[in-house]
């Protein structure tokens, strides 16, 4: 009785280790469980969207190569275009603000447009849920959203829930891909940009399981929203983060510091001006964090040193840096890349993919 006992224990174990992304062992060899994959956090807010994603889901046979998994996540990005009508993905900006202003022009603002509903049914307003690669010590932050001007208040008041982001705060954390876990990440989006979104974050994410040296640990993913933060309680926090010799060089020679915090949402908050495509939900911040006191070392919004346009480099530095081939990946699905504009001077804001603005 004790060894079956023990035998189901054990298979269980490795059930649960198999579902939950498990160990590097396992990379590449099953497909991750059916709760990991994208999809709306409720499907009843569009339905046709819901459907939609769900037959993109990318494939993962074993043994996959890496040019196999390109061919299959661009005949999926093809197909969502396909379905979704959409030649370049700027229209998808033109109809969203069509739709906002039929009734006479107005600022634009998330809080307004994601209650809508389109012409042809289904909310303008989702959640999507997509994998993410995680550090194994990271742990879940709540975020909150309004139609505020500063991210303070958003913090402090706590208006309504957006979704959730990871926090890690050790860099040895952050750089043992072979550690990281497999899990959700939860954000607001434009429902017509949904697929693509989802079909980008899970192409992250397979690369990662089917080579455990490319995992991405995608902790913040931002879309729809006018100001977001994390609230503004549970007391100071640090973290470990790279700082540089300068501010806008080449050099890679870096050190660790260690950063405090007063709360999270010192950390996790953002407000948007009213012509950015975050306010109509067409937009993806990947790994934005605001960490201040440090030279250009971790993945900020904005950065003015050459040395980020090393990507790759960048990101065996940290981890939470995004590698060229994400970027490339993203410009697959239609969306523009930082480097193809600026605030100004040479201003680049790293973390932000979106559909453009003409």
Known sequence: ?????????????????????????????????????????????????????????????????????????????????????????????????????????????????????WPQGGRVGVTLSAPVWVPSQARRVPTYAGFEKRWETVAQTLPRPSGYVWFAPLMSDINDKTSYRAEQIHFEINSRFAPLAALLLEYIFREGWYEPARRVPLMVVRGGEDTYAAPAYGGPVTAQVLSFPDEEGASLAAQVVTVSLPHLAALYHGRHAPSSNHRLGLALDLNDFNYPGVLDGPPNPISRALRQFDRDAMHRLDARHLPGWVYRAAKWVGLRLPQEWTYYGYHTDWAHLDVGTK
């Open 1 to 117: 009785m004790a060894g079956r006992h023990a035998a189901r224990v054990l298979l269980w174990g490795l059930f649960l280790a198999v579902a939950l992304g498990g160990p590097a062992a396992w990379a590449g060899s099953r497909p991750p469980s059916p709760a990991l994959r994208p999809q709306l956090v409720d499907p009843a807010a569009n339905p046709a969207i819901a459907r939609l994603v769900l037959q993109l889901y990318l494939r993962y046979d074993p043994g996959l190569t890496a040019e196999e998994r390109d061919r299959d996540f661009l005949a999926k990005v093809r197909l969502a275009r396909d379905r979704l009508e959409l030649g370049r993905l700027v229209d998808l900006r033109r109809q969203s603000l069509a739709l906002m202003n039929a009734h006479g022009p107005r600022e634009p603002s998330w809080e307004y447009l994601r209650r809508r509903t």
